[in-house]
């Protein structure tokens, strides 16, 4: 094992088969059901968490991980016998994640411990990470995977299609009425990641156009480019993840290999089933 451990939290989309291929520990966002907690990944997931949601017609609410969390996390990296932790989390914009992993840090004042907020939430969290745990163990040092983690920050694009309005209508961030003519007209919200939070970019009309829309605008951010690594992400929807995947491959130069991933609870409950999107690194 390298000398340096990658902690990161579920909002990162990673696989936790391929986390832990790379000694990467996840720890989990919680979602809230009155009084039950539930750890993302761990006691439900994107299907779980939308057949409860379908059947009591209410969204849950998100939770960070708690400080206690994280050092648990932190404790057995050491136990794992590394020598020091980074820890990247979703950005601080969407959710009080980072607080909670600084204040993990002070809890353990002897340890060597570096908390860095990812300005990015998903996949784009979710390469850093990976990045970051492959360069350890690799055996660089931290300076060189925290400079390494903010270059790809910086070439890091995410685009998404929402499926519905319908659940964005329950949290309230649309009006039902607003929710209910948008749906009725079939628009699909297309989001990108803006100042390290989700952001509507533009509203188009009917599955096929969004998903080619966000084909064209994965094709206008790569240019001349070559894509280091991409993924799609999904809610709930392996099958049409697969089907947007042919469609990428049709119209962009992907890489041979595509990382499919579910988006995670913690960012589906604020989304919706059946939203899919594609996040991607630019090479430098």
């Known amino acids: 094992m390298s000398s340096i451990a990658i902690v990161t939290d579920t909002d990162c989309s990673l696989p936790f088969d391929l986390s832990d291929k790379y000694n990467i520990w996840q720890v989990p ?33 998100t939770s960070a991980p708690s400080p206690g ?11 794992a016998g590394v020598d020091e932790v980074i820890c990247f989390t979703v950005s ?5 994640t980072f607080g909670a992993a600084v204040n993990a840090k002070e809890l353990m004042p002897e340890k ?11 996949l784009g969290q979710g390469f850093v990470a990976l990045e970051a745990a492959e360069l350890a163990q690799a055996g660089k040092g931290r300076d060189e995977i925290i400079a390494a ?12 299609a929402l499926s519905t309005l319908k659940y964005l209508a329950m949290s309230g961030r649309v009006g039902h009425l607003a929710a209910g003519m948008a749906n009725l007209l079939n628009v699909k919200p297309i989001l990108t ?6 952001d509507m970019l533009e509203k188009i009309r009917t599955k096929g156009k969004a998903w080619a829309r966000l084909v064209e605008l994965t094709a ?4 001349d480019a070559q894509v280091e690594r991409m993924g799609i992400v999904h809610v ?47 090479a430098e």
């Open 193 to 198: 990641i803006r100042d390290g939070k989700l």
């Open 92 to 96: 601080g914009e969407v959710s009080a």
């Open 236 to 282: 709930a929807a392996l099958e049409q993840a697969k089907e947007f995947e042919a469609l990428l491959r049709e119209g962009v130069a992907c890489p041979d290999e595509i990382l499919i991933a579910g988006l995670t609870a913690g960012l589906a409950v604020h989304s919706g089933a059946g939203m899919v999107g594609v996040g991607f690194v630019l």
């Open 112 to 122: 060597t411990i570096t908390v860095v907020d990812s300005r990015s939430l998903s």
């Open 149 to 160: 983690a903010k270059s790809m920050q910086a070439r890091s694009h995410f685009f998404a």
């Open 220 to 223: 206008e951010a790569i240019g």
């Open 29 to 61: 966002i919680n979602i809230l059901f009155g009084e039950e907690s539930f750890r993302t990944e761990i006691d439900i997931n994107d299907v779980q968490l939308f057949e409860r949601i379908d059947r009591e017609g209410s969204l849950p609410t």
């Open 69 to 79: 969390q994280f050092a648990e996390a932190y404790e057995a990296a050491f136990e």
